[in-house]
Every structure is written in structure tokens, then in C-alpha cells.
């Protein structure tokens, strides 16, 4: 009777095991295998526009190099100091940014915000490749189309935007750039995320930002906030870092998506000084 119980045991112990390590693996298979669903939530349904804000704005709709036609906003400021180019983080849409283009439309930017492909208006599906080519049809249509000359273009990208924007800038000659909340690389976030799963063996959507910081030859500001919840604080350090100067470091307040918010007037200030460094230009009218 002994020997039955110890072997009715120990049959139970083996298919718990067997249990959890299936488990462990049918988890990893989907998370390679799906991976673009733990990093993209887009949403199609377009909200507000600018209209709602008070400010004018046109609808723009380009075409990528592999024929996916995007949508975005371009928000006229009067006597721009220059023009924001805005790359948005990886849940939402255009439509869910509207307190930020206000903001940066009182510091007297130009704003200019697309979807990447598979948010709001945009076709196709979202990748990483997908959103660089994204990035360099919205560059492509402020330099060729409303001919805005480079030097006073500001690319700007919040979270996941700021991979978009990190590449970007590794690739054209800006007047700056400017990463709010990002982290040094997508793999770098997840594999502290999900600690027991090989992330870095099996990620293959990468956004390096830190080897892209390391190519700039603009200037740079980074900010970030102690408190941001989703893309731990050490990671906008390590991005500032690894930027050459001239950079500026911005400390934020609050969360990852209310940092702006909370941080208020310092936030301004911090942008409009930055702003008045590399586009040698007064500041806003605000």
C-alpha cells in the first residue's frame, strides 16, 4: 500500500511537471509567434480632431515605399518657430494626442502627426520595419511637399514613437530630436517584463534605440520620469548617456502617460529653451 501511494505521488508530481513545462513552452511559442500583439494596440476609431481643440488643422494622406497610404494631421502655427514632427506611443491613435498638440502648438510649432500603418485612418498592419517606413514617408512629405528645410524640423517621439523617432534621426539630418519615455530597446524592456521567458532569443521586433542615439549628429533632449510605471527610469538615463552632446537631460513628474501633464510649467519651460538652443529662435508668444 506504502509502495502504491509513493507511486501514485510521484506519477502526480511527473504530470504536474509535464503540465507546467507544456504550458511553458505553448506560452513561448506564442509569444514568438505573436509578439506584434504584446507591443502594438491600435485603435481605428478616430475620436477628435484638432477642430475640438480650436486649431486648424489639414488632413494629410501619403504613401509609404511599399504603397501603404497613410493618414495624419499637419497643424499650421502662426510664424512657426519651426515643426514638430510627432511620433505617438503604441496604443491609440492620432486622435488621443490632442492635449500634447496643443502644448507644442503654444510653443509655436508646426505640428505634424501621423498614424503608423494599422492605427486610425492608416492602412496596413503595424511592424517595425513598417513604422520606419512610416517615419521616412512623414519626413519625406515635410521636406518635399510643404518644403520645410531640415535644419528647422524637430522629431519628436513619446514611448514607442521614440524608437520611430530614434531611427529617424539615424538616418536624416534634423534640427534635434527629442525621446520622451523611451526605453533602450524593446528587447532590454521585455526581457526585464517576462523575466523567465529567452526573450532576447526569441524577439525579432527590436526598435535598438541605444544603437541609434550612438549615430545622432543633432542635437538631442531626453526626458523621462522617476514615476513612469510601463519603461523603467534607468532606461532614459542610459539612452542620455549614450547621446553625444550637445543633449539635454529633462526630468519629468508623474506616470508614463500623464508625464507631460504633471510635470507642467517645467515642461514648457524645458521645451522652449530647447527650442530657442537649436532652432536659434525667441521664444513662443505663450
Known amino acids: ?55 486648424d488643422y489639414e ?24 515643426t514638430l514632427l510627432f511620433f505617438h506611443g503604441n496604443a491609440g491613435n492620432i486622435s488621443g494626442r490632442l492635449e500634447s498638440i496643443k502644448l507644442f502648438h503654444s510653443l509655436g510649432l508646426n505640428i505634424f502627426i501621423i498614424d503608423y500603418r494599422g492605427y486610425g485612418k492608416s492602412e496596413g498592419s503595424p511592424s517595425e520595419v513598417g513604422t520606419y517606413r512610416d517615419a521616412k514617408a512623414a519626413w519625406q512629405y515635410l521636406t518635399e511637399v ?32 527629442v525621446l520622451e519615455s523611451v526605453f533602450t530597446s524593446a528587447v532590454d524592456l521585455a526581457s526585464e517584463m517576462y523575466r523567465i521567458i529567452p526573450v532576447r532569443l526569441l524577439m525579432h521586433i527590436q526598435y535598438p534605440v541605444m544603437s541609434y542615439v550612438e549615430q545622432f549628429t543633432m542635437p538631442v533632449m531626453i526626458a523621462h520620469s522617476p514615476g513612469d510605471e510601463v519603461i523603467p527610469y534607468h532606461h532614459g538615463q542610459k539612452v542620455f548617456d549614450h547621446a553625444a552632446e550637445p543633449k539635454t537631460w529633462m526630468e519629468m513628474q508623474g506616470g508614463h502617460n500623464d508625464g507631460f501633464i504633471q510635470t507642467g510649467a517645467a515642461y514648457v519651460k524645458a521645451w522652449d529653451d530647447f527650442l530657442k538652443n537649436v532652432l536659434n529662435v525667441g521664444s513662443s508668444n505663450m
Do not use: C, K
Open 146 to 177: 510643404q518644403e520645410i528645410p531640415p535644419d528647422q524640423i524637430v522629431l519628436f517621439g513619446r514611448s514607442l514613437g521614440g524608437g520611430v523617432a530614434a531611427w529617424l534621426a539615424s538616418e536624416v539630418d534634423a534640427g534635434a530630436v
Open 1 to 55: 500500500m506504502t509502495q502504491m501511494r509513493r507511486n501514485v505521488t510521484e506519477s502526480s508530481v511527473l504530470w504536474i511537471v509535464v503540465v507546467i513545462a507544456v504550458g511553458y513552452i505553448v506560452v513561448v511559442v506564442l509569444m514568438y509567434l505573436f509578439q506584434s500583439s504584446f507591443i502594438y494596440f491600435p485603435s481605428r476609431n478616430i475620436v477628435l480632431t484638432p477642430q475640438s481643440a480650436g486649431l
Open 59 to 82: 488632413n494629410v494622406y501619403l504613401f509609404t515605399d511599399d504603397d501603404v497610404r497613410l493618414h495624419g494631421w499637419y497643424v499650421p502655427a502662426e510664424d512657426a518657430r519651426g
